[in-house]
Each structure stands twice: as structure tokens, then as C-alpha cells.
């Protein structure tokens, strides 16, 4: 498709979209029909099996948590067991968070007409509020997807990963404050918000986001008391080594987030966009942009259901209402669509995804070299 | 008093411990009934006829208890998705038995109603409303009755009927009730039954046997004192209409009690709005068939809570009391009420009554 477009008449219909810059408006517009028509086929095929999915995972994630207490606390007789139990724990956080929680809050279950599985009831096992995390990540971040200085989730005020975004000293330090994000990941995301990060920009007042804050500590409260205080409490003399368990629990849940997440938008080939880039952008540019600015993950079904299904981001970012359980067969179809029109679909495995994601961190760390001096380019 | 602290301070600790779900979300696990949410076991499932089932539910803990004639939304998950419907209470109040029936008629084409005749099966469990509603037996326990019915729209009459037989009270009552035919209609025994009983007036009329619809000269010769009674009338919009209207005439309608059937939707010409209803604003405007439920509030000076204006992100999810709207982007139109829209890309399809 790219060598039928080299004729002179061409006009680009996304000329500053070097990735996308081959499509003619025709192009653009049969690409993203066609993407809404699979999109539809899927979304008007849910019905039983899919509902099956979503209750049997929610009830082996409950019985995985709560098999996973006990093991903890059958290290009290067999001190091994400490370490099995914080392992399952872990996984069954994993699971209530990227499977259920992310899923649910996307309101890819609403249409089954359950307030238990609903978008707008749902609270997850984290110490980000949900209501909260949905304004922060359903609106702000999958609308403005990668839009330097739109896209909160981009770098996350904390991290420099794209030569569009200005150096600033303190990105020195970003090696390190990536590895706290990784530990520290369901802090950050909790005070990743809009109205508490205008705290420091200015933008808003405390009076504003006082409410945030109130809805904040009190959930900090019931997850840091299950975790750290009750639970610990009910071992009795082993306070200390159930909570070690627990805090090691939340960590692995930490770490997997962590690695899933970065995974989707900071890699290697993914694209950045200006916010000029989204004046006037109609459905298929918004699409073109979503799939441009997401990178999944390859593997095996173990991957992709531990991840979430979010290591299918490119389809989930261009149908975030469809049910996750669905994104593995109609990313086939999309990435099919996508090699048609020669747009890049960004795959990869979890260690190189990741590698080139904190090749970035230590990239972009740096100043930019400066362009004035072509001399002291590398070639 | 000791027990009552210690009771309340484990509770609260079992709260903490299964945040953020609730204790009982696991207790469900073992059992549906130990769910937090109200619902209900199928017990039985007897045929009445060949279009008509009725349902024995038991209910769970959350249950309030129900007046016989009342109706109760269930809830019922139809390839997955969860439709609500009412059913009048049929069965008699008995003490120390939770358990309530309702007799479900086959509506053409209805989803949930061929769904609980053809699939629903003894064991499963849906969920449930709380029973509401007036049609109920008066206080007055010696007050004469006259009962209109057609169809399925016997089946509150049939509750407080079998209330007054366990009751041991000989009601004054007259039943007029309407049929197809002798095949359609469901009690037939124990109607018959009934009509056995002193005080107990019983008068089927089989429409397409030959039988007559209701009109005044029916009821007058069928139950000369009808305008000493109180009465109730259930059944499709005619009959509803007819008793209504002779019951206004006579300026009886005080002494009328009504139980209105699902109601009938008007069909929305394709592409039509219609009239929206803020229900926690208290003001209404126009809204077109084609434009966001979210703009149209906009336009009316209202500020809703919204997000990404395109239908991703659940900011401005709603609910819906009345009404259907038409999803933009596929150009489905849907709703029942009680159900969450997103307002960014839904429009009114006819008149829309929503919560902001």
C-alpha cells in the first residue's frame, strides 16, 4: 500500500503522523469502519459463555484470596509455608485487580445488567479509590492516549520517555524513582490524580481536592488495616511474619502491575503525539492514534490472563468496553487490518518489552544532545 | 449487652478483613442464598397451562415478605444479561413459610417469559425486588368484593382468594373472570373449587366460546350490587379501560383498586426524541432523537458529571427510570428501567425519564 501512494497526487490525510502519513482520507476512513464493524461483530456476539468466564473467574479469584490467608497462616506450624501462602496471595491480587478490577471499571461487564459486576459499584483491593482511578485512567488516559501533556499516564509526571517531552535535571534521578514506582506501584497510582497533582502544579486548590483526599485516606485505611494491622492481629504472636507475608503479597502484585503497564505504552516503537495532533480528530484518527501508542505483549494464555489481557492494550485502547475474554481473537483480526493498511502493530515479548523500556528510562535521563551541533551527533 | 459489643466488634472486624468485597460475597460462594443482594430458589415449577407456569421461590434472608395480590420485581439472567419483570403474589400468607408463588402467562415474542417456561429449571436462583403495591385485601375483613380478571390477570385475585380460604373467612366476594377459552384458563379447578363455597360468586366467561366481554349490562346482571363493593380489576389495556371508564361514570372510582400489566410501550418512529425528564433536578426539556442525552442537560443549564464525551470511560453513567434510548453509535434502542446509560452517547428514543 505504501509503494501504490508514491504518485505525485497524494495528499496524506495524517501528515504529521510519520507512522501513519502513507494513509490517503479514503484510506483513513475504510480502515477505521472496517476497525468499528469487527469491533461490533464481537460486542453484539456476548451472551452466556461470556458471563460463565466472568462469574467462574471472580469466584476462583475469592477462593484463591482466601485459600491464600489460610496457607499464611499455616506458616505459623510449617514456617515455609509463609512464603507459599504471600505467593498465592499475591496472585490472587493480581487477578482481582487486572482480570476483575481493570476490566470491571471499564464497564466491560455492564451489560450484564449485574450491580455485582458493574462499572459503577465496583471497589478493587488496592489504595486507589475506584472512582478515582476510572477518571484518571478511563477518561484522561484512554481518550488522550499519549498525547504529551494531555495523557496523565504518560511518564506519569515522573518518568521523561520520549525526546517530546522537555528535560528537566530531576529526570537524573529517574532510574532510581522507576524502580520505587515498580515497588511502591499501587501508591503511585493512588496519588496519580488529576486534582491532587493540580495541588502541586497549582491548578487546583486544597478546598478542590480535599474531596479526593478524604475518599483516599479512608480507603488507605481499610486496605492497610486488612492487610497490615487485622489480619496480622489474628496470628497472635506471629504479627510480624503474617504482615511480612502480606507486604510481600501487595509487592508481587506491585512489581507484575508495574511490568504489564509500562509495557503498554513505553517501549521501543510506540508513538508519542503532540496535542495539535488531536484537533479535529474524528473516530479513525483516534484509532490510528490508540494503536500507534499501545505495544502488546506475546505469550501464552497463562500471560495474557495474569496480565489482565491488558498485554492485548493495542485492542483493548481501540475497545475498551469489549470483554477482556475476547481481545485474544480479535486481536488476530486487528493486527491482520493493520499489516493491510501498513500500520505498525507493535508485539513483543514481556523481557524485550521491557528491556526497552528502561533502556528509555536511562536514555531519556539525559539532556538531549543539542541538534544546533550536528558534529556531536553519533551517526 | 457484652454479647451485643462483642457481636458488633466482630462483625466490624470481618467487614475489614474481607474489604473491599463484603463478608458475604464469600459466604455466597457456598451458597447463593447467603448473598448480600435479596433473591430466591425455584422450589417448584408446576404447569398451569400450556402457556402458563407457576414459580414456588424461596427466599433468602433479605426477603420482607409479601401481601397476597402485591407484585414483586424478579430478576432473571436471560443468556446472561439480567431482565427484570413483575409477577403478581399468588399465594396465600402463611406463618413460619417464607415461600411466595407467581404464575408467569407466555407473552409472544417475550424474552423472559419464554425464558422462565422453557428454561428455567428447579434449584436456580434469581433475584429479587421487595413486594410493593395496594392491591391487596381491604383491612375491613367483612367488606363484599367483586373481582375482575382476564388472563394472567387472575393471578393477584388468586392470592387473596387463597388468603381468605386459609383465613377461614367467608368473604362476600363475586368474580368475573375472562378467557379465551376453557384450555387458557389457568385454576380451572380450583376455581371451581372455590365457587363451591358459600359466599363465593364465581362468573367465567370464555370469549371465543361464545362468552361475553365485560360491559355494564354483564356486570349488572352478573352482580346487581356492584356499586356496594370494593373492586379490583387486573388484566389486558381493553378491559382495564372498559372498567375504568364505567367506574368513572358512576363516580365510583374511589372503590376501584387497579393492577396494570406490564406497561404497553408505544413504539418510537425511527430516529424520534422526545420529552426528558431531569428526575433529581425537576426539570424537563425536548431532546432529539439525535443528540446526547449529556448535551441536551448541558443546553438545559444542568451540569452533569461526564468524561470523555465518546462513550469510554463510565463517568456519565445514569440511571434510567422510564422510558428507551438510542444508543448513537449503533443505533440501538434500549432501556428498562432501573438500567445505567452512558448520557455521552445515548439519545432520548421517546419520552425519557433519567437521574442525573
Redesign the interface.
Known amino acids: 500500500m505504501k509503494q501504490e501512494n508514491a504518485s505525485a497526487d497524494f495528499v496524506s490525510a495524517l501528515p504529521n503522523i510519520p507512522a501513519a502519513k502513507h494513509l490517503s482520507e479514503e484510506q483513513l476512513q475504510t480502515f477505521g469502519a472496517r476497525l468499528t464493524e469487527i469491533g ?1 461483530r464481537y460486542m453484539d456476539s ?3 459463555a ?3 468466564y466472568i462469574r467462574r473467574v471472580i ?1 476462583a479469584q ?2 484463591l484470596a ?1 485459600v491464600a490467608r489460610i496457607v499464611i497462616y499455616s506458616g505459623i506450624l510449617y514456617a515455609p509455608m509463609f512464603f507459599v501462602g504471600a505467593f498465592l496471595l499475591g496472585l490472587a491480587k493480581i487477578i482481582e485487580n487486572m482480570e476483575i478490577g481493570h476490566n470491571v ?3 466491560q461487564w ?7 459486576i ?3 459499584k465496583w ?3 488496592g489504595v486507589c479509590p475506584s472512582k478515582q482511578w ?2 484518571s485512567h ?3 488516559h ?2 488522550w492516549c499519549n498525547v504529551v501533556g494531555m495523557d496523565r499516564d504518560f511518564g506519569y509526571h515522573v518518568l521523561r520517555v520520549s525526546e517530546k517531552q522537555e528535560w528537566k535535571p530531576v529526570y537524573l534521578f529517574q532510574p532510581i524513582s522507576n524502580m520505587l514506582m515498580a515497588i511502591l506501584f499501587e501508591w503511585g497510582v493512588a496519588v496519580h490524580d488529576d486534582k491532587m497533582g493540580g495541588l502541586r502544579t497549582g491548578e487546583t486548590t486544597i478546598e478542590e481536592a480535599r474531596p479526593s483526599f478524604k475518599r483516599l485516606f479512608r480507603k488507605i485505611g ?2 492497610v ?2 492487610d497490615y494491622i ?2 496480622p492481629l489474628l496470628a497472635g504472636p506471629f504479627f510480624f511474619s503474617v504482615l511480612l507475608a502480606n507486604v510481600g503479597a501487595n509487592l508481587i502484585r506491585n512489581l507484575w502491575a508495574y511490568a504489564v503497564i509500562f509495557c503498554g505504552h513505553f517501549p521501543d516503537g510506540v508513538e508519542e503525539f503532540e496535542p495539535s495532533d488531536v484537533e479535529n480528530e474524528d473516530k479513525a484518527r ?1 484509532y490510528v492514534r490508540q494503536i500507534l501508542g499501545s505495544a502488546n505483549i506475546s505469550g501464552g494464555p497463562v500471560l495474557h490472563f495474569m496480565s489482565g489481557n491488558l498485554s492485548h492494550q493495542i485492542e483493548h485502547h481501540v475497545f ?2 469489549m470483554p477482556s475474554n475476547r481481545y485474544a481473537a480479535v486481536a488476530k483480526e486487528v493486527r491482520v487490518l493493520c499489516q493491510e493498511y501498513g500500520i505498525r502493530y507493535n508485539s513483543n515479548n514481556l523481557p524485550y518489552q521491557l528491556f526497552t523500556v528502561w533502556r528509555k528510562v536511562f536514555r531519556f535521563a539525559l539532556p538531549p544532545r543539542t541538534p544546533q551541533n550536528p558534529a556531536t551527533q553519533t551517526p | 449487652m457484652a454479647s451485643s459489643l462483642l457481636n458488633s466488634s466482630v462483625t466490624r472486624v470481618s467487614q475489614w478483613l474481607a474489604s473491599p468485597l463484603r463478608p458475604r460475597q464469600y459466604l455466597e460462594l457456598l451458597n447463593p442464598l447467603w448473598a448480600e443482594q435479596s433473591c430466591g430458589r425455584i422450589e417448584k415449577i408446576q404447569r398451569e397451562t400450556d402457556n402458563a407456569v407457576t414459580l414456588v421461590i424461596r427466599p433468602n434472608h433479605r426477603w420482607q415478605g409479601a401481601v397476597s395480590g402485591q407484585y414483586v420485581r424478579l430478576g432473571v439472567d436471560v443468556d446472561g444479561v439480567r431482565h427484570w419483570r413483575c409477577y403478581s403474589v399468588n399465594s396465600a400468607q402463611r406463618p413460619g413459610d417464607e415461600t411466595f408463588s407467581v404464575t408467569v402467562g407466555r407473552v409472544n415474542g417475550g424474552r423472559v417469559s419464554t425464558y422462565i417456561q422453557d428454561t428455567l429449571r428447579v434449584g436456580d436462583v434469581i433475584a429479587l425486588d421487595k413486594a410493593m403495591g395496594d392491591f391487596v385485601l381491604p383491612t375491613d375483613a367483612t367488606a363484599k368484593l367483586l373481582f375482575i380478571s382476564a388472563g394472567t390477570g387472575i393471578t393477584p385475585m388468586m392470592g387473596m382468594l387463597r388468603s381468605l380460604r386459609d383465613s377461614g373467612i367467608a368473604a362476600d366476594v363475586t368474580h368475573l373472570h375472562f378467557a379465551p377459552t376453557e384450555k387458557d384458563c389457568i385454576y380451572f379447578n380450583e376455581l371451581n373449587d372455590f365457587a363451591r363455597r358459600p359466599g363465593f360468586n364465581l362468573h367465567q366467561s370464555l370469549t371465543r366460546e361464545g362468552g361475553q366481554h365485560f360491559d355494564a349490562a354483564l356486570l349488572d346482571n352478573v352482580c346487581p350490587d356492584w356499586a356496594e363493593r370494593k373492586a379490583y380489576v387486573c388484566g389486558p389495556e381493553g378491559l382495564m379501560n372498559a372498567v375504568r371508564t364505567h367506574w368513572q361514570n358512576n363516580e365510583l372510582s374511589s372503590q376501584l383498586c387497579e393492577e396494570v400489566f406490564q406497561p404497553v410501550r408505544a413504539e418510537v418512529p425511527a430516529g424520534a426524541g422526545g420529552t426528558v425528564l431531569f428526575w433529581n433536578a425537576g426539570s424537563s426539556t425536548e431532546g432529539a432523537g439525535d443528540k446526547p442525552l449529556l448535551e441536551v442537560a448541558e443546553n438545559a443549564g444542568l451540569l452533569p458529571k461526564h468524561g470523555c464525551r465518546m462513550g469510554i470511560c463510565q463517568e456519565c453513567v445514569v440511571t434510567l427510570r422510564e422510558g428507551q434510548v438510542r444508543d448513537l453509535a449503533t443505533g440501538e434502542v434500549f432501556g428498562e428501567s432501573g438500567e445505567t446509560i452512558r448520557i455521552c452517547v445515548c439519545a432520548a428514543a421517546g419520552n425519557v425519564t433519567i437521574d442525573l
Open positions: 461490533q456476548r451472551g452466556p461470556d458471563e460463565r469466584a475469592r477462593t482466601f471499571l471499564h464497564g455492564d451489560w450484564l445488567k449485574d450491580p455485582k458493574h462499572s459503577s471497589e478493587w483491593d476510572q477518571r478511563n477518561y484522561i484512554h481518550k481499610w486496605q488495616g486488612k487485622f489480619f483516534w475498551p468496553r
